[in-house]
């Protein structure tokens, strides 16, 4: 095991159940994540150097170490992260996670509106025209392409959730690949599910920012002082909930055939028909 370092990583996909597996890994005695989940030291803090991200570890364990950043699998929009995991910790085990790719651009389009990232007004398709990273984040085989180059198949895991969903033994295998013996049986609990968003107004967005604030309401990966769930205080202020947008069977066709090659590829790497799995044979 690593000093100070994660054993495993979620690299994404962004909107895909990375939560829900660092939330059901996280149960598990053995094994520790931090309760800020996402920190993005690859992607976003990078410059922060190496023994700021060591903080966020335990030292002189037996724990296997891990964290979940989905910014890790945004490429073209933040490059060099397969890089620098490998040249930090070469024999890290990645676990990447997909989704119907269709249903990961819907609810991703819809953390964005909550996070207040795109204007309110924005369609889906003004959305992907003002943001081509949300159709990349969802092209899969791409993503996985970019680790390739420098890790061995032996190390990435590729997890679909629907399966995890269906299958109550599925997550065994997760166990065996970070290297769990004797992993406490528990359910597979799906959390931070979009439906349960609200719009945030505006005019409270400097208090999700302000870090005195963050402290002491609570966040979604951090404890509180006062309450655990941050977004529940934003509920005091807005009921409104985060809409669905209305897609045509013109824009799915499009959708679908954005999305299509990369299916292809990604079923040819997985042995893993994920047009039949996804319906996407049936248009």
Excluded at 123 to 137: G, R
Excluded at 167 to 174: A, K, L, M, N, T
Aim: charged content about 25%.
């Amino acid at each position: 095991m690593f000093n100070s370092l994660p054993n495993f990583l979620i690299i994404g996909s962004e909107k895909a159940g990375t939560t829900s597996i660092a939330s059901t890994l996280n149960r598990q005695n053995s094994i520790f994540i931090p309760k800020i989940k996402e920190i993005h030291y690859f992607s976003h803090h990078w410059e922060k150097g190496l023994d700021w991200y060591k903080k966020y570890f335990p030292k002189n364990n037996n724990l296997i170490l891990g964290e979940a950043s989905p910014s890790y699998s945004d490429y073209p929009l933040i490059n060099k992260v397969p890089k620098r995991i490998y040249e930090t910790i070469p024999h890290v085990r990645l676990l990447y996670v997909v989704r119907n790719p269709i249903d990961r651009l819907i609810s991703q389009y819809r953390h964005c509106l909550y996070r207040n990232w795109i204007p309110k007004h924005f369609t889906l398709e003004e959305a992907i025209e003002n943001s081509p990273q949300l159709i990349d984040s969802g092209k899969y085989y791409f993503q996985i392409q970019q680790y390739l180059k420098y890790f061995s198949n032996k190390q990435i895991k590729v997890l679909c959730i629907e399966d995890m969903l269906k299958d109550p033994e599925y997550f065994g295998s997760v166990y065996e690949f970070i290297g769990l013996k004797n992993p406490n049986k528990g359910k597979f609990v799906v959390n931070n599910e979009t439906d349960q968003k609200v719009i945030v107004p505006k005019y409270l967005e400097f208090a999700r920012k302000n870090n005195i604030l963050r402290t002491m309401l609570g966040t979604y990966h951090r404890e509180g002082l006062l309450i655990n769930r941050y977004y529940n205080v934003m509920k005091l202020f807005s009921r409104k909930k985060i809409p669905h947008p209305v897609i045509s069977n013109k824009f799915k066709e499009k959708l679908i055939n954005m999305y299509l090659p990369d299916i292809k590829m990604l079923s040819e790497y997985q042995k893993t028909d994920y047009i039949k799995k996804w319906r996407f044979d049936n248009k």
